[in-house]
């Protein structure tokens, strides 16, 4: 069975607090480290930058959705920002795709019609 918490928030970089609190909240509750949970409350802050990028049109007034996903081995973090952006770009991009990578088990950035989408996986400890 999965447990799955969904969040909805104004596509904001202020309301990305929002989004780590929970990732800590849902970290904490699995029992993981101190440590591990700051690494992903870096890694779901780095999430918010990369989904927000710079929006263009209306998108700037849109919602980023955030699924947090426990299956027992592993948590999943899964965002999408709806409106079309453009992604970040050279050195800023770059460096939360890195640290993204180093904190996580897997990543994926997606695309669909100008529409960002990412995935995150951190394997649980037995």
Known sequence: MT???????PASAEYAMVARLTAAGVASRLGL???EVEDLRVVVAEMCRLL????TGDAANGTLTLTYSVDGTELAIEGSA?????P????EGDLSV???EALTDSYALESNSGRPHVRVVKRLSA
């Open 3 to 9: 447990d799955q918490v969904h969040l909805t928030i």
């Open 33 to 35: 480290t101190y440590d």
């Open 52 to 55: 927000l990028g710079t929006s």
């Open 82 to 86: 709806d409106g079309e952006r453009t």
């Open 88 to 91: 970040l770009e050279g050195d």
């Open 98 to 100: 890195s640290l993204i």
